[in-house]
């Protein structure tokens, strides 16, 4: 998937530290006791912003004003226009910020005064805020002139009152008296404002990681588990929003890519699934969520010993009805198996199944495409009986050549 996310880059010879958007309480000119100066009737503006970042990192039945970053992923905020009020103090600088808020805010409070703004119910810091809250300063992260990087690399969601989970925040632009470091000040009376018809929506999502790796579920070696957790389908649990929950996980052999893994669909936040190899060797398993926050790892299942399927072969005449036997080897205390069946529908149709050496009862079979009248693909799974005396499933040996 194409994304147009800006790259964190370490050059020869060149450090820089790109700091997240850390919420820090603003200072007022009260609070230093300095007097405020009167803004005589000046114009003051917070502009406008604009992000940069591709479209096609949002599911298409979202708002377009959220975006979504991945840890690791940044944007950059080109902010224009705006008109700064100067108290002509030379030591401090004016310039433009952006506030903290948990939802969309209210034109009701975009200013003038500091009260008025900290009246919003949707100020980061909850009422009774006592001071607004807004992105750190410095040239890592934000110029005078409103320009900034918003990153992800997971500090926000680790702070105390956001919990680990993933984090909504909505940024509008502010003005400010005095942008240096440290000391970020802004004026208390009437010399303020904020633009909350530009405030943008940023979900700051949690790193998908993949975990309780077993690479021998049940003795079996060629099935494995794994649990797979944050990115955009946790937001989307924690949220209770709408959206494509599933992770797409794909399974391919290290050194030979078209030998792939078996996975079924489904596979959400926290959930713990199974899947197969059909022979030895190292695997890459790659996960990618709707969004397209990804994660990767390796998993040895080196023994893996296949059970291996057999179909006939069978000649006969536009008409008739076959059987197609499925004969198997090194069928050995087995648990469990799945696999897909193809055949060409232009020639072939599918009818029916018949039960061979193993209980038919224990088989899970579907068509597909789902409701197709005419379906191309076969996918049949199979279980042993579950001991619940023992808590394991029963082992079965088949003969080679049993059906």
Avoid at 141 to 159: P, W
Avoid at 332 to 340: G, K, Y
Wanted: net charge negative; with cysteine.
């Amino acid at each position: 998937m194409l994304r147009r996310i800006i790259p964190l880059l370490l050059l020869t010879f060149t450090f820089f530290e790109l700091k997240a958007q850390v919420p820090q309480k603003a200072t007022n000119a009260s609070q230093l006791n300095l007097t405020s100066a009167a803004c005589n009737g000046t114009i003051v503006d917070a502009g406008t912003s604009t992000q940069s970042i591709s479209q096609a990192l949002f599911p298409t039945n979202q708002s377009s004003n959220i975006r979504f970053l991945c840890v690791g992923d940044s944007m950059d905020v080109d902010h224009s226009g705006g008109i700064t009020f100067d108290d002509g103090d030379p030591s401090t600088i004016p310039g433009f910020t952006y506030i903290f808020y948990r939802c969309p805010p209210s034109a009701a409070f975009d200013g003038e005064d500091e009260a008025t703004i900290l009246m919003d119910p949707c100020h980061y810091e909850p009422a009774p805020a006592t001071s607004i809250v807004l992105v750190t300063p410095g040239s890592s992260i934000i110029t005078a002139d409103g320009d900034a990087t918003f990153l992800n690399n997971g500090v926000l969601q680790s702070l105390p009152e956001n919990m680990g989970e993933p984090t909504s925040i909505w940024f509008a632009p502010l003005t400010v008296d005095d942008f240096n470091i440290p000391g970020q000040t802004v004026e208390i009376l009437n010399c303020l404002d904020v633009n909350t018809d530009d405030a943008f929506n940023v979900v700051y999502l949690n790193e998908i990681e993949i975990t309780n790796i077993n690479n021998n579920v049940a003795g079996n070696g060629c099935q494995a588990s794994m649990t797979i957790t944050g990115g955009y389908s946790e937001w989307l649990e924690l949220s209770g929003e709408a959206g494509p929950d599933d992770y797409t996980v794909t399974i391919t052999k290290v050194g030979d890519p078209s030998v792939t893994g078996i996975v079924l669909p489904g596979w959400e936040h926290r959930d713990t699934n199974l899947f197969r190899v059909p022979e030895a060797g190292t695997y890459l398993i790659e996960v990618e969520d709707g969004v397209s926050c990804g994660a990767s790892t390796t998993i040895n299942m080196g023994s893996c010993v296949p059970v291996n399927f057999f179909i006939g072969d069978s000649i006969s005449v536009t008409g008739n009805n076959i059987c197609m036997p499925v004969t198997v080897s090194d069928f050995v205390d087995i648990t469990s198996f799945q696999f897909l069946l193809n055949w060409d529908n232009s020639i072939l149709q599918y009818t029916g199944t018949s039960p061979g050496d193993l209980d038919l009862a224990n088989f899970n079979i579907a068509t597909l495409p789902l409701g197709s009248t005419n379906p191309d693909t076969m996918f049949v799974s199979w279980s042993s009986t579950f001991d619940f005396m023992t808590g394991t499933f029963e082992l079965i040996t088949l003969n080679d050549d049993d059906v």
